[in-house]
């Protein structure tokens, strides 16, 4: 009995020693290089665009392109008839030349003083009238001709070979596929934190497409002075060279920004700061004082911490923190320095 009465005694200290180590749920600190990449979703925008169009009405007699084609500056992109422009240039031409005789004659006699001042200026202004309509006709006809205003790629075409039709009226996109444009949206916290005087000019930002690990990098071009409406944010424009390993990308595709706050806010970020879920922080009562409670070797010890900043993303924290340190997410008013605990972990399914 006595044997017995023992085995009962350790097994219930073994129970209790078990109920003081209480689980907590717990957060790793990530690198502060992490911390300070954000992360912006991203639209792909042609640097240059051009709906181009005919100036003169007619019927397309040569439409050579289609759309993905890659043009030249000065490629033919489509022709009209232009058979009624030629004959319009001859009948101007003719009235041009008529006038030009007439003058000379109206010239002579004034010269003797056979006709007047007046009529003398009817004939001159006769002739700049048929020399303007002669400019005119030329330029019609030139007009009848499509050329590339610079080299890129056909993004869409809007007619079809043999329609008939009228000024002004689209006949193709042109994209420049040199130069890309990549737009975010900058929220007003940030843009308005900005500091142009110490911004890291050198610094580029990453792009990445989906379905592609490959990151390329991006020169600031423009932002924009007035919000995006409906949103309390500024679009921001960043310039990329089309990549030449083969990876497509067209306007009109997404991407997403990485963004190294600490080359644009480096007066406000420091490189020690750490993003830290709000739960994870406490205030101490008795000092005053910001602190995290640190997992080690099976206990916890609080570590004194300065706040940065809230965000939607969390708190921003400095201190004598590392990454990989883990921090108690819950429960913090409940520890005391040297305490043991255990991390907790769900089963399988939960």
């Not at 925008?45 to 993905?68: N, Q």
């Not at 142009?196 to 497409?209: G, I, S």
């Not at 990989?324 to 089963?347: F, I, S, T, W």
Request: proline share 6%.
């Amino acid at each position: 009995m006595a044997a017995l009465t023992g085995c009962q005694d350790e097994e219930a200290e073994t129970v209790v020693a078990a109920e003081v180590i209480r689980p907590v749920k717990l957060f790793t600190v990530p690198d502060s290089a992490e911390t300070n990449l954000r992360r912006f979703p991203a639209n792909v925008l042609a640097s240059e665009e051009a709906v181009v169009s005919f100036r003169v009405p007619g019927e397309i007699v040569s439409f050579p392109v289609k759309p993905a084609d890659a043009v030249e500056e000065g490629q033919l992109l489509a022709r009209l008839d232009d058979r009624d422009f030629k004959t319009e240039l001859m009948l101007r031409r003719t009235d041009y030349e008529l006038a030009l005789r007439d003058f000379d004659r109206v010239k002579k006699l004034r010269e003797k003083q056979v006709l007047s001042q007046s009529d003398y200026d009817n004939a001159q202004a006769r002739v700049k009238s048929a020399k303007a309509a002669l400019k005119l006709a030329q330029d019609r006809l030139a007009d009848t001709v499509l050329v590339a205003p610079f080299s890129g790629r056909i993004a869409q075409t809007a007619v079809e070979n043999f329609q008939y039709i009228q000024p002004q009226q689209t006949i193709l996109v042109l994209q420049d596929n040199n130069t890309l444009d990549i737009s975010i949206q900058l929220p007003e916290s940030i843009l308005n934190q900005v500091d142009q005087t110490k911004v890291d000019q050198a610094y580029r930002p990453l792009v990445t497409f989906a379905g592609n690990e490959t990151s390329y990098p991006v020169t600031y071009k423009q932002h924009t002075t007035q919000a995006t409406p409906g949103t309390q944010a500024y679009e921001v424009v960043f310039s990329l060279d089309v990549p030449d390993d083969g990876q497509t990308i067209y306007p009109g595709m997404g991407a997403t920004l990485h963004m190294d706050m600490h080359k644009i806010l480096p007066h406000l970020v420091d490189e020690e700061t750490y993003l830290l879920p709000v739960t994870a922080v406490l205030v101490n009562d008795a000092t005053g004082t910001a602190q995290v409670w640190v997992y080690r070797d099976g206990a916890v010890t609080p570590v004194d911490v300065s706040k940065q900043g809230v965000s939607a993303d969390g708190i921003s924290v400095s201190g004598a923190l590392q990454p990989g340190d883990q921090l108690v997410m819950a429960g913090l008013n409940q520890l005391r320095p040297g305490m043991k605990v255990k991390p907790l972990e769900r089963e399988r399914g939960l």
